[in-house]
Nanobody, 115 residues
Framework: QVQLVESGGGLVQTGGSLRLSCIAS????????MGWYRQAPGKQRELVAVLDSASSTNYADSVKGRFTISRDNAKNTVYLQMNSLKSEDTGVYYC?????????WGQGTQVTVSS
C-alpha cells in the first residue's frame, strides 16, 4: 500500500513562506503525476499544483507566481514552496499521487496564514 506523509505545515503571517514536503513509500518514478491539493473550511478540495513524470507543472491561477512544486527523486519526495502567503491560502494541504486510475492521498498538513 502506497503511503504519502506530508510535513511542513504551520502558522505563518501574511507575506511569509512555508515549504511542504511529501515523502512517498516508494519511488516517485512509479507515479504518473504527483501534486498538492488543499481544502479550506467549508469548501471543496481543490488542486494547487501538479507535476507529471516529464516534470511538466500546472498550477491553480490563485497560486501562480507564488508557489513552486518540485521533486527530489532520490528522496522520493515532492515539495511545495509557498511564498507571499495570503489568508486565503489557509487550509489543509494534501499530497496526491496518481498511478493510472488510482489516486493516493496523504493525511494532510494544516497551513494557517494569519494577518
Amino acid at each position: 500500500q502506497v503511503q504519502l506523509v506530508e510535513s511542513g505545515g504551520g502558522l505563518v503571517q501574511t507575506g511569509g513562506s512555508l515549504r511542504l514536503s511529501c515523502i512517498a513509500s516508494e519511488s516517485i518514478f512509479r507515479f504518473n503525476t504527483m501534486g498538492w491539493y488543499r481544502q479550506a473550511p467549508g469548501k471543496q478540495r481543490e488542486l494547487v499544483a501538479v507535476l507529471d513524470s516529464a516534470s511538466s507543472t500546472n498550477y491553480a491561477d490563485s497560486v501562480k507566481g507564488r508557489f513552486t512544486i518540485s521533486r527530489d527523486n532520490a528522496k522520493n519526495t515532492v515539495y511545495l514552496q509557498m511564498n507571499s502567503l495570503k489568508s486565503e491560502d489557509t487550509g489543509v494541504y494534501y499530497c496526491n499521487a496518481q498511478r493510472w486510475s488510482t489516486f493516493y492521498w496523504g493525511q494532510g498538513t494544516q497551513v494557517t496564514v494569519s494577518s
